[in-house]
């Protein structure tokens, strides 16, 4: 992929999720139980009634924080760590360098061994947050199997289930994964189970990068159409009830 094709990509999703993160309504359709995966969970008294699947733990926020901010900066800062990611923007933004046997343009060059690029190697607490807020967003799905009249379905389910699972698949291609399941082990037949963890997750680990760019569309599809539908500017296309 081309750095100009790379900085398009991450600069559109860059400016889409800060929109919407500001953005402040439009994020929850009642009749369904439709939340967008840009606002979960919303626990604030600042959300609109009803979208607080897991309560009200936090009082109302003033009106320059955005409601976002409980979930965004941390899946953010879970992208921006991520090793594909890494690669990516240092390659494409950075240039540093802008290939493999491409020398470093720069005479003095330390890596991540220090601030502010020492930071990355968060990364894998950052992975530990991503999967609370998959579980999240997996009872958020489930939940908007609803309807006025009890239980039902629509074209905003399959694409809330869809992109719930493919943030799995990519959360679980994670680089930190693979090593929280078979790092550390000297032999692989005294640990039959992790092995085999070891192995699914080392095949879609394969295709990390793919998952990455997959996810940035469906996070952005899933926030488009339930904020089209919230709007009222379409209605939900209803399968059951």
Not at 206 to 217: D, Y
């Amino acid at each position: 992929m081309s750095p100009l094709i790379t900085d398009l990509g991450l600069g559109a999703f860059l400016l889409y999720g800060f929109i919407r993160g500001i953005w402040g309504s439009a994020y929850w359709v009642p009749e369904y139980h439709y939340l967008t995966p840009f606002y979960s969970p919303c626990i604030s008294a600042s959300c609109v009634p009803g979208s607080s699947h897991l309560g009200v733990w936090l009082g109302h926020f003033p009106p320059w924080v955005p409601l976002g901010m409980l979930v965004l900066p941390f899946l953010l800062a879970f992208r921006i760590t991520c090793y594909y990611y890494r690669k990516a923007y240092y390659r494409s933004v950075w240039q540093s360098p802008v290939s493999c046997a491409v020398p470093e343009p720069r005479a003095h060059y330390s890596g991540e061994t220090r601030l502010p690029l020492i930071i990355q190697n968060s990364h894998r607490y950052f992975f530990y947050v991503a999967m609370v807020v998959s579980v999240i967003n997996t009872y958020d799905a489930i939940m908007a199997f609803h309807s006025p009249s009890g239980f039902g379905f629509g074209l905003g389910n399959v694409i809330l289930v869809v992109n719930v699972v493919l943030l799995w698949v990519y959360t679980l291609s994670c680089h930190s994964c693979r090593h929280l399941i078979g790092g550390r082990l000297k032999h692989f037949g005294e640990h039959p189970i992790r092995y085999w963890l070891w192995t699914q997750v080392s095949r879609i680990n394969a295709r990390h990068m793919t998952w990455a760019w997959i996810t940035l569309g469906t996070l952005v599809l899933t926030d488009f159409y339930i904020m089209l539908v919230a709007s009222g500017t379409i209605h939900d296309l209803r399968f059951v009830g």
